[in-house]
């Protein structure tokens, strides 16, 4: 593993790390508060942060508002065997 500073005076920095010593290489970018921005992994695939919303969208499906109260215990309905969610 190896930390580079983007060397500029963003604070930005990079993590390059190997899960094992043949996987391919991944990088990990992080913001001055040492929040991930960006994770790109060995494979081509990369991870972002994204919201709830952006998250939604992209999936194109209805989420629940997060300030909705939560059901009670007599409302929830069991999972069914397959484990999927009724809708």
Not at 16 to 32: G, K, L, M
Not at 68 to 85: C, D, F, M, N, V
Request: net charge negative; glycine share 6%.
């Amino acid at each position: 593993m190896r930390v580079v500073d983007d060397g500029d005076s963003s604070g930005n920095f990079r993590v390059y790390s190997r899960p094992s010593p043949d996987s391919p290489e991944q990088v990990t970018e992080y913001d001055r508060q040492a929040n991930i921005t960006r994770r790109l992994l060995g494979e081509g695939r990369e991870v972002v942060p994204i919201t709830r919303e952006e998250l939604a969208k992209v999936w194109k499906i209805d989420l629940p508002d997060e300030t909705a109260a939560p059901k009670s215990p007599e409302q929830e309905q069991p999972l069914p065997p397959t484990g999927r969610i009724p809708r």
